[in-house]
């Protein structure tokens, strides 16, 4: 079982952001104490877009576009460079989902570049509503069997007074996962607390609870989530601690 995998410390939320059309802003992307779905980045048409920013240097170990309408035709390209040279260059495909995502050998970077290319996009625009690249959170041991997941969703059935059962609310699903880690050593902890204390339970991240698994069983589990719950530990062996109760929901 692969090991849960974080990006926390993500470098589009502090970077200067350009793109080559904005009919929908590319700043709408960047993180904050919500995740505005209704407010992505858009072109005006299906040409070619590049879109590109500029951050404090990072190790960039993965990364991942949500909420995309790109089609399964479409080609995306991204180029990591550090003060404009050229660092390494890596083509993303698509898995089906509207979440682009990829792992690769850390990066030192500064600056990244996306080429999106979907030009028969039946929409007759391209968008997305957050990017993901940064350095990732991972410890050494697996969580522990028995993870749970749920996708629950938004709705109330009411009882009417014909005995019908009315059914209420958005109808819309989300994500939730509650995992113990039963080990961990102590410089994990300390990556571990210090990634979940960074930005606090309001701003999202990227959880990928099986990464690199392939297919189904590795998109069904991973998505720009929040903490919930306190962030905390106990120590169960000398230099080893658990980390009980470790909730995320999607955002």
Known sequence: MANLRLIVDNAHDD??????????PISNTQGSKGVLKEY?????????????TVFPEKVIDGFGLFGANLTQAATLTLELKLATVLQDTQVIAANGTNDWV????????DEVV???????????????????????VEVAYNYDLGMKFRMPQDVEHIRTAGDSLRSGGTQ???????LNFSYVLEAD???????????GQAYPMFV????????????DHQFIGKYFGDVGYDMVAQDYFSTPSIEFEEA
């Open 15 to 24: 970077a200067i952001l350009s793109a080559d059309q904005e009919a929908m």
């Open 40 to 52: 992505p980045w858009r072109s005006t048409d299906t040409t070619v877009q590049t879109w590109s």
């Open 102 to 109: 990829k792992w690769f050998s850390g990066v030192s970077a």
């Open 114 to 136: 996306v080429t999106l290319d979907d030009t028969t996009n039946p929409a007759g625009y391209l968008q997305f509503v957050m990017p993901f690249y940064g350095p990732k």
């Open 172 to 178: 819309l699903r989300h994500k939730k996962a509650s």
């Open 189 to 199: 902890r300390i990556a571990l607390i210090d990634a979940l204390l960074l930005k």
């Open 208 to 219: 990928s609870l099986l990464p690199e698994a392939g297919g189904r069983k590795e998109t």
